[in-house]
C-alpha cells in the first residue's frame, strides 16, 4: 500500500470538547437521580428504564453463542504482524520467537516490530534476533507518545491484507493464525479479537482476578455478539481487514485506548466484529496496585472518550446494538458517577436509594458472567468455583471508584492524558 493513500489522523483536539460533553453528561446525571429523588413520581422512569435494560439482560445472559465455523479451504491471505515495543528487553525475544514458529505460510507472513524510542537493551536484542531471522523487519522511530502513533508509522509499509497487533509480553501458540485468519471467510466480519489468558495468573490475587476478570470479560462479548451487540477488541491479538483500517485512517492518536476507539469505527464503517475464545493469546498481568490502579484508569479514560467522541453517529446502528450500548454505557460509565448525589440524597432525606435497581442489575450481569466465565474457561467447579467468583465479585469493586476518578478527570483536565504503557517483568 503506498504512502499517499494512507495519512493518519493528527492529534488534534480542536474538534473534539470532551471536557464539556464530559461535564455536560455529569450534570445531566446527577439532575436526574436528583429528579427521583424529590418526586416520587418520577421514580417510574426508572421502572420503566430497568425493566427495558433487564429484558436485554436476560436476552443476553441466557443467549447460546452459534459456534464459528472456520473455512478449511479458504484461501489464506498475507498477513502483517505488527509489535509495538518501548523498552520491552525483558520480553520480546520471547514474543519473536512464538510468531516464527507459527504453522503459517512463511512467504504469506510480514512480521514487524516497532521500536519505539528504547532506551534499554531492546534496540541490542532486535539485532540479535535480526540475525537470527533475517526476514524479521524492524522500524526504529523517536518515541511520540504511544502504541498508536507507533502502529501508524509502520502501517504504510506493511503488505498483509489482515493487520494482526500483539503486544510485546504476548505468546501465541503455534496454530493461532489457522484458527483465526480464515474466520474472515465469514461475510461481513472485518476484524476479531482472540480470548487472551493470563501466563503469570498464579502469581498473587491480583493475577488470579485478571484471569477471573478476562473470563468474564470473554463471556459477555461472545453473548453480545449472539443476541446482535456489539464486541470490542482488545489491542493485543486483534486482527483487523487492512482495507478497513486505510478506511479508518489508522489508529487514533487522540486517545489513550486506539483500540476501543477503532471498535467504533469499524462499526460505523459498516462491518462486524467476531470473538475467538480459542486459541488464546497469552499476556502478562500486572502484580501490584501501584500498576493496575493507572492501567485500568487508562482503559476507563478510553473506554468513556469514545461514547462523547462518537455520540450520537454510534446510534446509527441498528436497535439491537443501541440498546447493547445503552446497556453498558449506562452500567459502566453513568451508575457509578450516579451514586454520588444517590447516596448524599439517601442520607439528607433519609430516603432509599433510587439506583439501586440498576446495582442489582450490574451485579447479576457481573455475577453470572463470572460463573459462567470461570467455569467455561478454567473448569473450576462446586466450592473453588464459588470461591473464586467471590473473589472476582470483590476485586471488581475497584473499578466504581476508577471510573467516578476518570469522569472527574475528563471534566476538568484541560490537556488529554499522556499513553503510559505498563511494566512487563517478563519470566521471573
Not at 520467537?97 to 532506551?119: A, C, F, K, M, Q
Not at 462518537?310 to 446502528?317: A, D
Not at 447479576?364 to 459462567?372: E, K, M, N, S
Request: proline share 5%.
Amino acid at each position: 500500500m503506498g504512502r499517499s493513500i494512507y495519512q493518519p489522523r493528527k492529534d488534534i483536539s480542536v474538534h473534539r470538547d470532551r471536557r464539556l460533553k464530559a461535564t455536560l453528561v455529569l450534570l445531566l446525571v446527577w439532575g436526574f437521580v436528583s429528579l427521583l429523588h424529590w418526586l416520587p413520581q418520577a421514580q417510574w422512569l426508572m421502572v420503566g428504564l430497568t425493566a427495558i435494560l433487564a429484558v436485554q439482560t436476560l436476552r443476553m445472559l441466557i443467549a447460546k453463542p452459534a459456534p464459528l465455523v472456520i473455512a478449511s479451504d479458504a484461501d489464506l491471505p498475507q498477513v502483517s504482524i505488527l509489535v509495538p515495543a518501548k523498552n520491552e528487553s525483558a520480553v520480546l525475544a520471547d514474543l519473536v520467537y512464538s510468531l516464527y514458529e507459527l504453522n503459517y505460510p512463511r512467504d504469506r507472513l510480514d512480521i514487524w516490530v516497532i521500536d519505539d524510542g528504547s532506551t534499554d537493551a531492546t534496540p541490542q536484542i532486535l539485532r540479535q534476533l535480526q540475525a537470527e531471522f533475517p526476514t524479521l523487519q524492524v522500524h526504529h522511530r523517536e518515541s511520540k507518545g504511544g502504541k498508536s502513533g507507533a502502529l501508524n508509522a509502520v502501517f504504510p509499509l506493511t503488505r498483509g491484507e489482515i493487520i494482526l497487533v500483539c503486544d510485546a509480553d504476548a505468546l501465541l501458540p503455534a496454530n493461532f493464525l489457522m484458527a483465526t485468519v480464515p474466520v474472515f471467510a465469514k461475510p461481513g466480519v472485518g476484524a476479531l479479537q482472540v480470548r487472551k489468558a493470563i501466563m503469570n495468573a498464579e502469581t498473587n490475587f491480583l493475577t488470579r482476578c485478571q484471569q477471573m476478570e478476562m473470563n468474564c470479560d470473554s463471556f459477555l462479548q461472545t453473548h453480545r455478539i449472539a443476541i446482535g451487540g456489539m464486541s470490542e477488541l482488545r489491542g493485543n491479538g486483534m486482527l483487523v481487514r487492512r482495507e478497513l483500517l486505510a478506511r479508518c485512517q489508522g489508529w487514533s492518536e487522540d486517545t489513550v485506548t486506539d483500540d476501543l476507539d477503532l471498535c467504533f469505527k469499524l462499526y460505523l464503517a459498516g462491518t462486524e466484529i467476531e470473538f475467538v475464545t480459542f486459541p488464546t493469546i497469552q499476556e502478562e498481568a500486572v502484580t501490584n496496585w501501584q500498576n493496575l490502579w493507572p492501567q485500568h484508569c487508562r482503559w476507563a479514560e478510553g473506554g468513556y472518550q469514545r461514547y462523547l467522541d462518537y455520540f450520537p453517529q454510534i446510534l446509527t446502528l441498528g436497535w439491537a446494538k443501541s440498546i447493547d450500548l445503552l446497556l453498558f454505557f449506562l452500567l459502566q460509565f453513568l451508575l457509578p458517577i450516579g451514586l454520588i448525589p444517590d447516596l448524599l440524597w439517601t442520607i439528607i432525606k433519609s430516603d432509599r436509594a433510587v439506583l439501586l435497581p440498576l446495582q442489582t442489575l450490574l451485579s447479576i450481569i457481573l455475577t453470572v458472567a463470572f460463573i459462567a466465565g470461570i467455569y467455561q474457561y478454567q473448569n473450576l467447579k462446586g466450592w473453588s468455583l464459588l470461591w473464586a467468583t467471590i473473589q472476582g465479585s470483590i476485586y471488581m469493586v475497584h473499578w466504581i471508584p476508577a471510573m467516578i476518578v476518570t469522569t472527574f478527570k475528563l471534566c476538568f483536565q484541560k490537556p488529554r492524558s499522556r499513553w503510559i504503557k505498563t511494566e512487563h517483568q517478563g519470566r521471573i
